[in-house]
C-alpha cells in the first residue's frame, strides 16, 4: 500500500458514514470518466463569416466617435 494510500485509510476511520458514502460516490465517479477515456470538453465551432451579412450597427453610428473619449481613459493625450 502506498503513503497515499495508507493516509486515505487512517482518515476514513474518521468519517460519519454519510460523508463515507460521499467520498465513495466521488472516487466511483473519477473511476468512471477515467474508463471513458478522453474527456476532453468539446467546445462548440463556429464557423467563419457565420454572421456575414449581419447588422450590428445603427446605420448612422460612427465608430470613431468617442475615440478621443476612450484615449483619455487610457492618458493618451494628442
Do not use: C, H, W
Not at 24 to 42: L, R, S
Amino acid at each position: 500500500m502506498s503513503a497515499l494510500q495508507l493516509q486515505a485509510y487512517e482518515l476514513m476511520g474518521k468519517l460519519s458514514e454519510s460523508k463515507l458514502q460521499l467520498i465513495i460516490e466521488i472516487m466511483n465517479g473519477f473511476i468512471n470518466t477515467a474508463d471513458e477515456g478522453n474527456n476532453e470538453v468539446v467546445k462548440e465551432r463556429r464557423p467563419i463569416g457565420m454572421f456575414e451579412g449581419e447588422k450590428f450597427l445603427a446605420d448612422n453610428y460612427d465608430i470613431d466617435d468617442d475615440n478621443d473619449e476612450i484615449a483619455a481613459m487610457f492618458g493618451v493625450s494628442e
